[in-house]
């Protein structure tokens, strides 16, 4: 079965400094897909970013950028330049191609320090 | 317009209790979810439909009954309410995440408290 595991309960950083959450997964499947979800206080699901397995140039988004080593099985989030605003719980997400299931790690929550 | 709506956004009811939350999706998926959000943040899949069948349905009692009359909306029935069902539901939908740069669109949650 596929299993998703964030290590970080929770991580604080100060505003304008980096981050770095870390997701590791496991499965047996070949095509698969990894998001990374923010749930601010407000329990609205926001996707942050997305990388799909079989492209190995790391997704960026803006301030957010992702590590993906594919045979660690590792999938982190790192957020420059960190505002007030990213201050939230953090999920890491995979979806199999096989088994076209969403599921999602444990949550990291992030605080940001004015 | 809300992508993924979800009612009610608060539900509070007794044990013993039978209660639906409704969620309609206006994008056009497949594909549409109900996850479990308990105090502690675990967000858990529960079941998955595609096209108004059910694909997925992951160890949940069968006091829980979702119901797809269409595949824009995806209902989910509660019979006998218990205190360990209190938590956030959310519904979610998507088309095919293997395709394109796809994600899947979340509701806003239902917090349903039993007591």
């Known amino acids: 079965a596929q299993t998703v595991t964030q290590s970080q309960p929770e991580m604080s950083v100060q505003e304008a400094e980096t981050v770095t959450l870390s997701c590791t997964y496991d499965?047996?499947?070949?095509?698969?897909?990894l998001f990374w979800y923010k749930q601010p206080p407000s329990r609205q699901m926001i996707l942050v970013i997305r990388?799909?397995?079989?492209?190995?140039q790391n997704a960026t988004e803006n301030r957010f950028s992702v590590n993906f080593q594919k045979a660690a099985k590792s999938f982190s989030l790192k957020i420059s330049d960190s505002q007030l605003g990213d201050a939230a719980m953090y999920f890491c997400?995979?979806?199999?191609?096989?088994?076209?299931?969403?599921?999602f790690g444990t949550g990291t929550l992030l605080a940001v320090q004015p | 317009d809300t992508a993924v709506s979800q009612t009610p956004k608060y539900l509070v009811t007794q044990m013993g209790n039978d209660k639906s939350i409704k969620c309609e999706q206006n994008?056009?998926?497949?594909?549409m979810y109900w996850y479990k959000q308990d105090s502690k943040k675990f967000l858990k899949i529960m079941f998955s439909y595609n096209n108004k069948e059910l694909i997925i349905n992951e160890t949940v009692p069968n006091r829980f009954s979702p119901k797809s009359p269409d595949k824009a909306h995806l209902n989910l029935h509660i019979n006998s309410l218990e205190l360990g069902d209190s938590a956030v539901y959310f519904c979610?939908?998507?088309?095919?995440?293997?395709?394109?740069?796809?994600?899947?669109?979340f509701g806003q949650g239902t917090r349903l408290t039993v007591v």
């Open positions: 990388q799909e397995a079989y492209k190995q």
């Open positions: 994008l056009g998926h497949d594909t």
């Open positions: 499965t047996s499947e070949s095509d698969y897909y």
């Open positions: 979610a939908s998507s088309q095919d995440l293997t395709g394109g740069n796809t994600e899947a669109f």
């Open positions: 997400g995979y979806y199999g191609g096989a088994t076209n299931k969403l599921i």
